[in-house]
C-alpha cells in the first residue's frame, strides 16, 4: 500500500514516510492510494472478533511495511481497554470510547500511533520531536502514549483558559519526555503554530520533527476500527440494521476513520456530523460553500475549531463534491444552551451522566430524529469521560461527581507549563 497527498504534490510514498513526516511537504494530509475492502468472511465474522482482532484486521491492508507479528504486538498493547455500549432507548445507542488511561477517545488513535512510529524509528536510532496541537484531549492522550519513549520529546501546544481545570492537570503534570507549551491564543492558532513548525521541518539540532494530531495517519487509521467493533456488538445485541453514527466534530478526523470503515464495507448507513457553534462542516453541506473561521469558544472546547484540518480528507473522499458527502453524512450544530439541557434532560431521563462533547451528540441525534422520523438505529459515540468536565456537569446536573482515580491523581499534581506568545519564534526556542 502507497500513500499520497491530499494537494496532489507528493505521491506513491511509503506508511513509513506518511508516520514519520505527519504532514506532507506539500501541506496536504497523506491518504492511502486505495481503500482495502474487508473480506465478506472477516465482516461476517464480527461478532465474535476481540477488539484486537478487529484492529489488527482492519489496519494489516494498509501496513504491509510492518511484520504481521510487530502489528499483533502493536494492536494487543495498544487496545486494552473496553469499549462498551449502552442503549438510552429504542434505535438509540451510546458507544463509550472513553476508557482509556486519559479518558477520551483520542487515547485509540495515540497509544496506536505512539507504538507505530516507535518501530519505525527504532531501526533508525534517531531523535525525534513530536509537536502537537490541543484543544484539550489530544495532548495528554499523545503524551500518555509517547511517556519515556526513548528517543522522542512531545511538545504540547494548547491554549491558555480554553481547556478545563482537569485537563490542564492532564497536559502539565507528566514531565520527563513532555513538554506543555501554554500558547497565549486560541487552539486554531496552536495548530497553525504547530503546522508551520512542521513545514520548517528540521529543528536547530538536527532532530527530526513530527506531528501527531489528527493529521497523522497513524492516528486516522486506528479511528476506523472502533466503528466496525461497535456494528459488531450491536449485532451481539440482536439489532440487524446498519447504525448510522453520531460523530461529535471539532477537526473531523473521528469523522474520517469512520469515512474509512464505511469504505472498507464495514455497514454503516451514514453519519451526523455533530458540532457546537463552530458548524463551518454543517455549513459546508447545506450551502455548498467551506468557510473557516476563527473558532468560537463553548462548553464542549475540544470541537472549538474553525478550520479542520480532516475536511481536505473529506473532500478528496468525495471528489469535492458536496451532493455526494451529503448523502452519507447530515450536519447539524449544537448551541451551548442546548448542551446544558441536553446533559439535564439525559441524566433526568436515563440516570446516565454525559460529558458536554457526548450531549451535543445526543442533542443532535434528538434532532436528527425528528427531522428524519424513518427507523433505523442511530449511535453516538462518547467522546469523553464526563468527569473530565466535572464542573459543567455538576452544574447542569445538581449530582455531585466522584472523579476517576486517574484524574484524581493528575489533580493533586504541580502543573509545569512554559508559556508562549502566538509566536512561531517562540515556539521553535522551546522545540530544541
Ligand atoms: C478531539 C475531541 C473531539 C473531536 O474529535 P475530532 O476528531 O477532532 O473531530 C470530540 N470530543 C472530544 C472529547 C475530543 O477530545
Redesign the pocket.
Known amino acids: 500500500m502507497k500513500f499520497h497527498s491530499t494537494r496532489g504534490g507528493v505521491s506513491s510514498i511509503r506508511l513509513e514516510q506518511a508516520i514519520v513526516e505527519g504532514l506532507a511537504p506539500d501541506g496536504g494530509l497523506y491518504l492511502p492510494n486505495r481503500i482495502p475492502k474487508l473480506s465478506k468472511q472477516f465482516l461476517t465474522a464480527l461478532p465474535s472478533k476481540k477488539y484486537w482482532q478487529v484492529a489488527e484486521g482492519m489496519l494489516q491492508p494498509f501496513m504491509a511495511e510492518v511484520s504481521k507479528q510487530r502489528l499483533r504486538r502493536i494492536v494487543k498493547e495498544a487496545f486494552t481497554f473496553d469499549v462498551p455500549m449502552k442503549q438510552l432507548e429504542d434505535d438509540l445507542y451510546v458507544v463509550e470510547l472513553f476508557h482509556g488511561p486519559t479518558l ?3 487515547d485509540f488513535g495515540a497509544r496506536f500511533f505512539a507504538r507505530l512510529l516507535q518501530s519505525f524509528i527504532e531501526k533508525e536510532k534517531t531523535q525525534v520531536n513530536i509537536i502537537v496541537a490541543t ?4 495532548g495528554s492522550a499523545v503524551a500518555s502514549g509517547f511517556l519515556d519513549i526513548p528517543n522522542i520529546h512531545v511538545y504540547m501546544l494548547y491554549p491558555q483558559k480554553r481547556v478545563s481545570k482537569l485537563q490542564e492537570q492532564q497536559l502539565t503534570t507528566y514531565g520527563h519526555n513532555i513538554t506543555a507549551l501554554e500558547v497565549l491564543g486560541k487552539f486554531d492558532d496552536c495548530q497553525k503554530l504547530a503546522k508551520t513548525a512542521l513545514a520548517m521541518r528540521q529543528s536547530k539540532s538536527g532532530a527530526y520533527l513530527s506531528s501527531a494530531n ?1 493529521i497523522n495517519l497513524g492516528r486516522l487509521l486506528p479511528q476506523s476500527v472502533y466503528y466496525a467493533y461497535a456494528t459488531a456488538e450491536l449485532k451481539r445485541q440482536g439489532v440487524e440494521e446498519q447504525p448510522r453514527f453520531v460523530v ?8 474520517t476513520g469512520g469515512l474509512l470503515a464505511k469504505r472498507m464495507g464495514v455497514p454503516i448507513a451514514g453519519f451526523v456530523a455533530a458540532t457546537n457553534a463552530n458548524n463551518v462542516v454543517p455549513s459546508y453541506l447545506k450551502t455548498g460553500r467551506f468557510k473557516p473561521r476563527v473558532s468560537k469558544a463553548t462548553l ?1 472546547n ?2 472549538d ?1 474553525g478550520n479542520p484540518s480532516n475536511f481536505s480528507r473529506m473532500l478528496a473522499l468525495y471528489q469535492h463534491k458536496r451532493s455526494a458527502m451529503a448523502k452519507d453524512i447530515a450536519g447539524i450544530a449544537v448551541s451551548d444552551a442546548e448542551t446544558i439541557a441536553s446533559i439535564t434532560a439525559i441524566y433526568k431521563r436515563y440516570g446516565y451522566l454525559v ?1 458536554p ?1 457526548t450531549a451535543v451528540g445526543i442533542a443532535a441525534a434528538k434532532t436528527y430524529r425528528r427531522t428524519h422520523p424513518e427507523k433505523g438505529p442511530l449511535v453516538v459515540l462518547s ?2 469521560h464526563p468527569a473530565k468536565f466535572k464542573a459543567t456537569v455538576e452544574a447542569a446536573t445538581h449530582k455531585r461527581m466522584k472523579l476517576p482515580r486517574a484524574l484524581a491523581l493528575v489533580a493533586k499534581k504541580k502543573k509545569k507549563s512554559v508559556v508562549v506568545g502566538n509566536s512561531i519564534a517562540e515556539v521553535m526556542a522551546v522545540v530544541r
Open positions: 477520551s477517545f483520542k484543544s484539550g484531549d489530544t489528527s461529535p466534530s471539532g477537526n473531523f478526523g473521528n469523522l464542549s475540544a470541537m475549531v460529558d462533547h467522546t469523553a
